[in-house]
């Protein structure tokens, strides 16, 4: 879905202990962590571009011509 900034809002089912990162890009080659990071607990997690407390380099999504995002997994 869409947040408030223009990008996207992500929800996804968490395992316990893994740790996900989401990451931004504004050419879907140059990727940087936004931060923090989230512990995941075995229901669901959501983010959101421009979002309260977290920590992106790149900036909100209304900011740049194009952005790209993934989470990954540890």
Do not use: H
Request: net charge negative; glycine share 18%.
């Amino acid at each position: 879905g869409a947040s408030e900034n223009g990008g996207l809002s992500i929800q996804l089912m968490s395992e316990v202990g893994a740790t996900y990162t989401v990451q931004t890009s504004p050419d879907g080659c140059s990727w940087v962590n936004v931060i923090p990071s989230f512990e995941g607990n075995g229901g669901p997690l959501s983010w959101s571009d421009g979002q309260e407390g977290t920590f992106d380099p790149f900036g909100p999504a209304s900011g740049l011509t194009g952005k790209y995002y993934r989470v990954i997994k540890d």
